[in-house]
């Protein structure tokens, strides 16, 4: 790293639980971001600040002026433009040491695949079922861990799935086959608070740092399979541990 670089990250490697190491780890790293609403935004922030050199921004969605309230890298000016298109344009402007590349379209069972490919570690943010578990298949079929975080109203929910791993759950062994087709309820019907989803995004960019860290930082314990749930009203924080099913399609099947 230059010196401009280490200055820059400075903070990070004076940490002993990154270090040197960890911090050349995370500018080596490539992260794909599926979802660039308001758990994706402010994962995006942590983690173009944390130097990942690559990042893959998917979503096919458009910005409207009720998404400022909580997708923090947004302005007015961004209004009906692609997210994916703004979210890159953010990351350019905010460290342009960075590779991003940017996605206009949906994750399908189809295009998974390609859209994950030499992902060192996929954040799924998105807000539907059916794209959450064909990012969840395609990532055990290419051998990528997956950050998973999901809000509903204000509960949260964060964990780390290496479902190509042996003995390890994945996605589909969390939720079941019964959502493939199906939407969740939307954050317009129901509502949702700024800074809930904040703390479910910022906690979803950690969780994916310690994946990043394995094997090179002692922050590197991805916790895999441990559902963490973030109760946002009392507040309080549980943590329970998905086993993984025998009878999964999405990665009993692929090991
Ligand atoms: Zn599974």
Redesign the pocket.
Known sequence: MTPDRLDRFARHIVLPEVGGAGQARLVASHVVLVGLGGIGSPALQYLAGAGIGRLTLIDDDVIEASNLQRQTIFTPADIGRSKAAAAADWVRRFDPALVVTAHDTRVTRNTARSLIAGADVVLDGCDNFATRLAV?DAC?AAGIPLTSAALGRFQGQVANFA?HREAH??????VGDAFDAEDCDTCADLGVLGAMVGMVGTFAAMHALRVLLEGAATLGDPQWGQLHVLDGLKPALRTMRIA??PE?????SAL
């Open positions: 969840s055990v479902g759950s994945c996605y589909r062994c969390f993984a099913d999964c399609s999405g990665c009993r």
